[in-house]
């Protein structure tokens, strides 16, 4: 099992910039990938970005590229996903995921933290 919490998330302006936390505990112990989805009101949950976590090794949605940055700090088994310049079209709930085994699907979820920006 993995628990996942996020943080980081609240109300900004067009053009400002957040920093979203997932602090993972339980079995992360050689943790596959971990990474970011989201979900605007009326929309699909869509992926933003992800990690492999022992190689670093990054992917990203369109929507995010130059201006999302997901990294990993495999001492403190915590994510994080920096993002710069945002619009409102950003506005969702940021949700992290893990694939603790790998190559699959995202088996464990967060509960998720709202992202508001305003224009």
């Known amino acids: 099992q993995v628990q996942l919490v996020e943080s980081g998330g609240g109300l900004v302006q067009a053009g400002g910039s957040l920093r979203l936390s997932c602090a993972a505990s339980?079995?992360?112990?050689?943790?596959?990938?971990m990474g970011w989805f989201r979900q605007a009101p009326g929309k699909e949950r869509e992926f933003v970005a992800a990690?492999?976590?022992?190689?670093?090794?990054?992917f990203y949605a369109d929507s995010g590229k130059g201006r999302f940055t997901i990294s990993r700090d495999n001492t403190k088994n915590t994510l994080y996903l920096q993002m710069n310049n945002l619009k409102p079209e950003d506005t969702a709930v940021y949700y992290c995921?893990?694939?603790?085994?790998?190559?699959?699907?995202?088996?464990?979820w967060g509960p998720g933290t709202q992202v508001t920006v305003s224009s």
């Open positions: 339980g079995r992360t112990f050689n943790m596959y990938r």
């Open positions: 990690v492999y976590w022992s190689s670093g090794r990054t």
């Open positions: 995921a893990a694939d603790p085994i790998g190559p699959g699907t995202y088996d464990y």
